[in-house]
């Protein structure tokens, strides 16, 4: 029979791993079989750089951690086997993106799953995200699109002002 106090430790362990889940914006399952400890090292830095948490966890703790939080019960099926763990607190993208780019240069592991927004999504989940160009570049699209429509109503205006003025709208000023 297990000690108390042992139980007490895990039980706080999950809770530690549910703060973490709650937290997240993303996170990404992966097996991290076949790795060398200087493919880790690097992995890690690239990750800590974009502020990506990277950790080994039990996925029995991980699984009652996502039960506490009230995870979809299919994340199950990705914690099988060895399994890492990408927590992205401050960007949904960067934990996918990052691990893509280095499976990609390495041909090593495999990305099984994980969560974004607290859904459970699968691996093509999470390399559809990883493919997401960057929140910046969004916001500049969005602003770009938006600015369309007003410039060229702009246009329009200035072009009807000179053809009803007979001039130009810097003359009509004068």
Known sequence: MANASIIQMKEQH?????????????IVFFDYRGLTVD???????????AGVEYIVLKNSMVER????????ASVKEMLKGPSAFAFGYDDAVAPAKILKDFIKKVKKCTIKGGIV??????????????DLPPREVL????????MSPISGLAIALDQLAKKLGGGSTEAAAE
């Open 14 to 26: 999950v809770h530690e791993i549910a703060d973490r889940v709650k937290k997240a914006q993303s």
């Open 39 to 49: 493919e880790v090292t690097n992995l890690r830095v690239e990750m800590r750089k």
């Open 65 to 72: 951690a996502c039960d506490e939080v009230g995870i979809d």
């Open 117 to 130: 927004d607290g859904t459970v999504t699968d691996a093509k989940g999470i390399e559809a995200l990883a």
């Open 139 to 146: 916001i500049a699209r969005l602003l770009g699109s938006m």
